[in-house]
């Protein structure tokens, strides 16, 4: 590995550090002066005062926790778990599960005032899932899944911190996603090729397909006329009083966000094997190699905008499911606005694909010859 990709990999590193210290700008300090968030135990349940309304569950249950973290650890508290009739927010906990344990304290002698279990606990499951995930990326592919692994942890820093912040701030959101999108995007391909011809000809061509990308969803939004009020939470921003958000704007942004890893994707697998024509094959010529290119492009697409379509349709399968058990009509299906929304991402992150094949493939040609 040369040593200015060493230099790039500690700078990411340290960068990394930074931002996972930077404040947001939002954090509220006084919600957790009297207000512990800790893990807990649910000791015993008592379900007596519970009332079923056809298919829910409504009143309190009431349970008894041990905290296993904090000060309060090894304290046995009494609890309380309000089920107000709805089916996605309401939760029924049993004996043994773990759960977030939501404690009001004193602030004069520090005694436990009441207690909630707020959610299950699942932060184990999710600190142990990632380890697992980072521990085969790095078995597998070395110093190189060491380096994706960083690039993804910088990729969630910079949307946590930098993106969403933003957002909320009121700052344009198109052109915001664009650049952070942009610069992401140069750190993973640098950081997995490193100052290489391959990585210029995958950068190039991944910039350009965000570029790309960018201007389709700009036009094609504007003609979808899809209310960013299409999408979950949005709503609950301007009742937060957040009322100047350019909601639509932050939903297209989200699908520039979503096309961009397909997009590095193509020009990678593109770079990637023209350079390896090159290496196998130092004589060939830039007219062979770009046609090459467009081979490997052609092989790529068809696969490639079918996985954006399982992958942006598996998260609405529900919404389809009431659709056709209802009996609605194609045409009202197709024109209602969540299903335009999916529509909208997926052939915008589609075309973007079959666009960035060619400049890739066309650049790679330019650059390596």
Same mark, same amino acid.
């Given at each position: 590995m040369k040593k200015n990709d060493t230099y790039l990999v500690i700078f990411i590193a340290l960068l990394s550090c930074v931002l996972w210290f930077l404040p947001t700008g939002f954090e509220k300090p006084e919600l957790t002066i009297n207000t512990l968030h800790e893990k807990g135990v649910v000791i015993s349940v008592d379900d007596s005062e519970l009332k079923r309304v056809g298919l829910v569950l409504t009143g309190e249950q009431h349970m008894e926790l041990e905290i296993l973290s904090g000060r309060y650890k090894g304290r046995k508290v009494s609890a309380t778990n309000f089920l107000m009739g709805q089916m996605s927010y309401d939760k029924l906990f049993l004996e043994g599960d773990k759960v977030l344990a939501v404690l009001k304290v004193d602030g004069e002698n520090g005694g436990i005032v009441n207690a909630r279990a707020a959610e299950q606990y699942r932060l184990d499951v999710e600190v142990t899932l990632f380890a697992l995930f980072g521990l085969f990326l790095v078995g597998f592919a070395r110093w190189t899944g060491f380096r994706a692994l960083l690039s993804f942890v910088f990729t969630a820093l910079v949307i946590w911190k930098v993106l969403i912040p933003l957002f909320l701030k009121g700052v344009p959101p198109l052109p915001v996603a664009y650049l952070v999108v942009m610069v992401t995007t140069t750190v993973i391909m640098l950081l997995i090729t490193g100052f290489s011809r391959k990585g210029a000809v995958a950068l190039s $061509? !991944? @910039?350009? $397909? #965000?570029? %790309?990308?960018?201007? @389709?969803?700009? !036009?094609? $939004? !504007?003609?979808?006329?899809?209310?960013?009020?299409?999408? =979950?939470? +949005?709503? &609950? %921003? @301007?009742?937060?009083?957040?009322?100047?958000?350019? %909601?639509?704007?932050?939903? %297209? +942004?989200?699908? #520039?966000?979503?096309?961009?890893?397909? #997009?590095? =994707? &193509?020009? &990678?697998d593109i770079a990637a094997a023209q350079a390896e024509i090159v290496e196998k094959n130092p004589h060939i010529g830039r007219r062979e190699l770009i046609i090459s290119g467009f081979n490997v492009g052609h092989a790529v697409i068809g696969t490639m905008t079918t996985t954006l379509l399982f992958a942006y349709s598996g998260s609405f399968t529900f919404v389809l499911m009431v659709f056709m058990a209802q009996g609605m009509p194609m045409e009202y299906i197709f024109n209602i606005s969540y299903v335009s929304a999916e529509i909208l991402l997926t052939l915008v992150g589609s075309f973007g694909l079959v666009l960035v094949a060619p400049v890739t493939a066309v650049l790679g040609g330019l650059m390596y010859k």
């Open positions: $061509g !991944a @910039l350009g $397909g #965000v570029t %790309l990308t960018t201007i @389709l969803t700009v !036009a094609f $939004g !504007a003609w979808f006329r899809v209310p960013g009020t299409v999408r =979950d939470f +949005s709503e &609950m %921003l @301007l009742y937060s009083g957040f009322f100047s958000l350019n %909601l639509t704007g932050i939903f %297209l +942004s989200g699908i #520039v966000i979503s096309a961009a890893g397909a #997009v590095m =994707d &193509m020009a &990678m």
